[in-house]
């Protein structure tokens, strides 16, 4: 039996802005099953919306860590419903 699917808003905190942290996530998230963007914020952190499996989510959030891991300070994760609102994983401007 597979995971269900949700929505995971994730937020990280730290020096993450202008190290190619978009990108990484991009390039890491087209190794899993997930939909969703990664985008930067006002106050300096970046904001993940990622669908999938919670498995693959958590997968994604651990390989995110252990490349970026130097740069993040703090990540918060919400759950949310699945919404079906991605056709892919990208970078929102």
């Known amino acids: 039996m597979t995971d269900a699917k949700e929505q995971r808003i994730v937020h990280v905190e730290g020096d993450v802005q202008g190290i190619g942290f978009r990108y990484t996530a991009c390039r890491l998230a087209a190794g899993h099953d997930v939909t969703g963007y990664v985008r930067n ?6 904001e993940c919306v990622i669908e999938g499996a919670a ?5 994604l959030i ?7 891991g130097y740069h993040i300070r703090h ?3 919400q759950k ?3 919404s079906g609102s991605f056709s892919s994983f990208g970078v929102k401007f």
């Open 75 to 77: 990540v918060r994760q």
């Open 62 to 68: 651990e390989e995110i860590k252990s490349a970026l």
């Open 55 to 59: 498995g693959e989510i958590d997968a």
């Open 41 to 46: 914020l006002p106050d300096g952190g970046v």
């Open 80 to 82: 949310a419903p699945h």
